[in-house]
């Protein structure tokens, strides 16, 4: 929030009533203050216009930034890639009725690229680029967000036309700034004006046939947002981009030493390995920093040594978000591996992949393929199965390393929510039960029977497969990640 300004405001008032009760004549200040507000409101001073300097750079920059200069990403550049394809198509999606696409949501953590995506789309599909933050609309008096955003969107127009386009993209950076749910903050007026001012332009894209707006929103936090920003006709496709993996992080590595001379024992491959959690931002980084290196020693070439010490700098200068260390490494790999075997066990063919990536608040997760038959109801079956992959990753750690961790907090809470579901819907042994009658004990001793019973029967699947769960875990530990039909071709062998 822009506090400079207000303590700013305040001092002058301060000042002009100080010099009334020392009985000087204000007048000639305040005509002179209220006339230099005009010129510069009329200029752009104050405002998102203010910035036009900088989206007119961004927009020269953005024709230069293409999908090729973005390593790894494969899958949000491809959601992203097909939802472009209607804005290139126009002529054919008006033909259809298509409705116009208004906005696309990226979400991910920092310096993943979410930037570079929006520029790469910009230059895709012919437009001028215009970038915002949402934190540049938010103002402590009512009005202010909503009238830049009325300019920002002004300004696309203007831009496009100046540049002879027809299209123009609008990316709005940290957007849960400005479309936090309404009514929640403590100025909440201005927030909910300014967010409103945004629907209401988002809507009226739809009929703007002189330049052709697209927004391209980023957050980390896409549950922030308000339901209205997100439902259909706003934005209603919503791409995630994660930490690049092994292979991603290759990508980017490679893209970022395009311009520079690689020596011969130079194995981005290896640093590549070394790299785990890296964001794009910190591989650019890495690379640079391996460069700045090599000109101090008078290097002609950058070597794999500049590369290995600019890892340490970089780690070192910037506390990376998620970087756990070997140990922990090794009891994620072998939790993960044991949901992993145990759900491709209660379901075959269920799971998609195995990451020790962490992703939201997950330190690795299972991508298990959607259940078919999953609806509105679950069936006791289902339930089961459900139990046996929670609870798998608890025991997996306790057989392997002798101990649980709390890694596992989040599995038992979905778990007892499950049990909880289980005895109330009549399939413990308890049969029908009244919850207002049910004392807390037989309740809780019902839930733990279920959850105890299901455990053991885990616990002997594990032991039996423990060479198994190793061999999943040190390739996790290893690669990162492990492809369903890798496991499934695994399974069969053992
Ligand atoms: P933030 O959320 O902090 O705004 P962001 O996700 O928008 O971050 P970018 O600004 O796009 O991240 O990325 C920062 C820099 O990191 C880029 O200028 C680029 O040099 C590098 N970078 C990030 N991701 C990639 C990638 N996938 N390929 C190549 N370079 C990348």
């Given at each position: 929030?822009?506090?400079?300004k207000?303590?700013?405001?305040?001092?002058?008032?301060?000042?002009?009533v100080?010099?009334?009760?020392?009985?000087?004549?204000?007048?000639?200040?305040?005509?002179?203050?209220?006339?230099?507000?005009?010129?510069?409101?009329?200029?752009?001073?104050?405002g998102?216009?203010?910035?036009?300097?900088?989206?007119?750079?961004?927009?020269?920059?953005?024709?230069?930034?293409?999908?090729?200069?973005?390593?790894?990403?494969?899958?949000?550049?491809?959601?992203?890639?097909?939802?472009?394809?209607f804005?290139?198509?126009?002529?054919?999606?008006?033909?259809?009725?298509?409705?116009?696409?208004?906005?696309?949501?990226?979400?991910?953590?920092?310096?993943?690229?979410?930037?570079?995506?929006?520029?790469?789309?910009?230059?895709?599909?012919?437009s001028?680029?215009?970038?915002?933050?949402?934190?540049?609309?938010?103002?402590?008096?009512?009005?202010?967000?909503?009238q830049?955003?009325?300019q920002?969107?002004?300004?696309?127009?203007?831009?496009?036309?100046?540049?002879?386009?027809?299209?123009?993209?609008?990316?709005?950076?940290?957007?849960?700034?400005?479309?936090?749910?309404?009514?929640?903050?403590?100025?909440?007026?201005e927030?909910?004006?300014?967010?409103?001012?945004l629907?209401?332009?988002?809507?009226?894209?739809?009929?703007?046939?002189?330049?052709?707006?697209?927004?391209?929103?980023?957050?980390?936090?896409p549950d922030?947002?308000?339901?209205?920003?997100?439902?259909?006709?706003?934005?209603?496709?919503?791409?995630?981009?994660?930490?690049?993996?092994?292979d991603?992080?290759?990508?980017?590595?490679?893209?970022?030493?395009?311009?520079?001379?690689?020596?011969?024992?130079?194995?981005?491959?290896?640093?590549?390995?070394?790299?785990?959690?890296?964001?794009?931002?910190?591989?650019?980084?890495?690379?640079?920093?391996?460069?700045?290196?090599?000109?101090?020693?008078?290097?002609?070439?950058?070597?794999?040594?500049?590369?290995?010490?600019?890892?340490?700098?970089v780690?070192?200068?910037?506390?990376?978000d998620?970087?756990?260390?070997?140990?922990?490494?090794?009891?994620?790999?072998?939790?993960?591996?044991g949901?992993?075997?145990?759900?491709?066990h209660?379901?075959?063919?269920?799971?998609?992949?195995?990451?020790?990536?962490?992703?939201?608040?997950?330190?690795?997760?299972?991508?298990?393929?959607?259940?078919?038959?999953?609806?509105?109801?679950?069936?006791?079956?289902?339930?089961?199965?459900?139990?046996?992959?929670?609870?798998?990753?608890?025991?997996?750690?306790?057989?392997?390393?002798g101990?649980?961790?709390?890694?596992?907090?989040?599995?038992?809470?979905?778990?007892?929510?499950?049990?909880?579901?289980?005895v109330?819907?009549?399939?413990?042994?308890?049969?029908?039960?009244?919850?207002?009658?049910?004392?807390?004990?037989?309740?809780?001793?019902?839930?733990?029977?279920?959850?105890?019973?299901?455990?053991?029967?885990?616990?002997?699947?594990?032991?039996?497969?423990?060479?198994?769960?190793?061999?999943?875990?040190?390739?996790?530990?290893?690669?990162?990640?492990?492809?369903?039909?890798?496991?499934?071709?695994?399974?069969?062998?053992?």
């Open positions: 929030m822009n506090y400079q207000e303590v700013g405001y305040g001092l002058i008032a301060g000042l002009l100080f010099l009334l009760l020392i009985k000087i004549n204000v007048l000639p200040f305040v005509l002179f203050a209220g006339f230099i507000y005009l010129v510069g409101d009329r200029f752009g001073l104050g998102i216009g203010n910035k036009a300097g900088t989206v007119l750079s961004d927009a020269t920059k953005a024709q230069l930034t293409t999908f090729d200069d973005i390593g790894g990403q494969e899958t949000a550049k491809q959601e992203l890639l097909e939802a472009l394809e804005i290139n198509e126009d002529g054919i999606s008006r033909a259809l009725g298509i409705r116009p696409l208004q906005g696309i949501l990226l979400s991910g953590p920092p310096g993943t690229g979410k930037t570079l995506l929006a520029k790469a789309a910009a230059s895709y599909t012919d001028a680029f215009l970038a915002a933050s949402g934190s540049e609309f938010v103002e402590m008096y009512a009005g202010v967000g909503a830049r955003v009325r920002l969107f002004e300004r696309a127009r203007e831009t496009a036309r100046k540049q002879g386009k027809t299209k123009a993209i609008i990316f709005i950076d940290e957007i849960d700034v400005l479309g936090g749910h309404r009514g929640q903050h403590s100025s909440h007026l927030y909910d004006q300014t967010l409103n001012q629907l209401v332009e988002m809507d009226g894209i739809a009929n703007d046939n002189d330049v052709r707006i697209l927004v391209i929103g980023a957050t980390n936090r922030l947002l308000d339901s209205a920003l997100l439902r259909p006709g706003r934005f209603d496709r919503l791409v995630r981009v994660d930490l690049p993996d092994k991603a992080r290759l990508q980017i590595l490679k893209v970022h030493t395009r311009n520079k001379p690689l020596a011969a024992d130079v194995d981005l491959k290896q640093i590549a390995q070394e790299t785990y959690g890296f964001s794009g931002a910190h591989l650019e980084s890495l690379a640079n920093e391996a460069a700045i290196l090599a000109m101090r020693e008078r290097a002609k070439e950058l070597t794999q040594r500049h590369f290995r010490q600019s890892i340490e700098k780690m070192l200068g910037e506390t990376l998620r970087r756990p260390s070997a140990k922990e490494r090794e009891r994620i790999s072998i939790h993960e591996a949901h992993a075997l145990v759900a491709e209660v379901r075959p063919g269920s799971v998609a992949n195995v990451t020790i990536l962490s992703r939201g608040n997950a330190l690795g997760y299972v991508r298990q393929t959607p259940n078919d038959d999953a609806g509105y109801l679950q069936t006791e079956e289902q339930i089961r199965e459900q139990l046996w992959v929670l609870l798998a990753g608890a025991v997996a750690e306790e057989l392997n390393l101990s649980r961790s709390t890694g596992a907090t989040g599995d038992f809470q979905k778990a007892i929510e499950l049990a909880r579901r289980y109330l819907s009549g399939m413990s042994p308890l049969g029908v039960v009244d919850k207002e009658v049910l004392s807390k004990e037989t309740f809780h001793e019902a839930e733990q029977a279920l959850l105890k019973e299901i455990e053991e029967a885990v616990r002997a699947y594990l032991a039996e497969h423990s060479p198994l769960l190793r061999k999943v875990a040190s390739r996790l530990q290893q690669e990162e990640r492990i492809e369903g039909s890798c496991l499934r071709a695994w399974l069969a062998e053992s």
